[in-house]
């Protein structure tokens, strides 16, 4: 079955950077595009960043371009997130999807179970 | 950037039809995805491509898309409804995905 569990979560300070993980199981992750999308403690989900299926696509949020970056290594089946310059709204529970649809990016079909960023400021 | 409008709540007695709108300029030329979110929970796909449902949802659960308004209407409302839901579209023109703010839906 599909998995998507992501990791690297934490408490960092404002300024500081931290590094998230979404490891993919259960599905051929190299034929998937794959998202980033994150929520605020109370609020509703904010889209952060989306992958290509080979990496060569990237797309961001306004709020997020220019300090993070998403990457990924088809061959460890792994998505990631690396997070520079962390602000205080960035605080939130970061979740990883699949994107599918029948052409271009979609919807998600499938979530991980998020990891939780805290930046202190 | 392309902007989807929610209402913030709706409520719903059991039994009755809840309808939840999602607004976007000419909306209708997109196409609109629904998610279910319950309190710690990862959100759930209930609607894609305005109409479709996933296996595994409900025929309760339906959608539509027409002018600057596509609605989610679950039918026949259960108590195990009770949730937020959020309308998501990609913008082509920004290459953004957009999502609404989303909607708690109240079980009276």
């Known amino acids: 079955q599909v998995q998507l569990v992501e990791s690297g979560g934490g408490v960092v300070e404002a300024g500081r950077s931290l590094r998230l993980s979404c490891a993919a199981s259960g599905f051929t992750f190299s034929s998937y595009a794959m998202h980033w999308v994150r929520q605020a403690p109370g609020e509703g989900l904010e889209w952060v960043a989306l992958?290509?299926?080979?990496?060569?696509?990237?797309c961001y949020a306004d709020s997020v371009k220019g300090r993070f970056t998403i990457s990924r290594d088809n061959s460890k089946n792994t998505l990631y997130l690396q997070m520079n310059s962390l602000r205080a709204e960035d605080t939130a529970l970061y979740y990883c999807a699949r994107d599918w649809g029948r052409d271009g990016y979609n919807y998600s079909d499938y979530w991980g179970q998020g990891t939780l960023v805290t930046v202190s400021s | 950037s392309y902007v989807l409008t929610q209402p913030p709540s709706v409520s719903v007695a059991p039994g009755k039809t809840a309808r939840i709108s999602c607004g976007g300029n000419?909306?209708?030329?997109?196409?609109v995805h629904w998610y279910q979110q319950k309190p710690g929970q990862a959100p759930l796909l209930v609607i894609y491509y305005d109409i479709d449902r996933p296996s595994g949802i409900p025929e309760r659960f339906s959608g539509s898309n027409s002018g600057n308004t596509a609605t989610l209407t679950i039918s026949r409302v259960e108590a195990g409804d009770e949730a937020d839901y959020y309308c998501?579209?990609?913008?082509?023109?920004?290459?953004?995905?957009?999502f609404g703010g989303g909607t708690k839906l109240t079980v009276l």
């Open positions: 000419n909306i209708a030329s997109k196409s």
């Open positions: 998501q579209v990609w913008d082509s023109s920004s290459d953004h995905r957009v």
């Open positions: 992958i290509s299926d080979d990496g060569s696509d990237k």
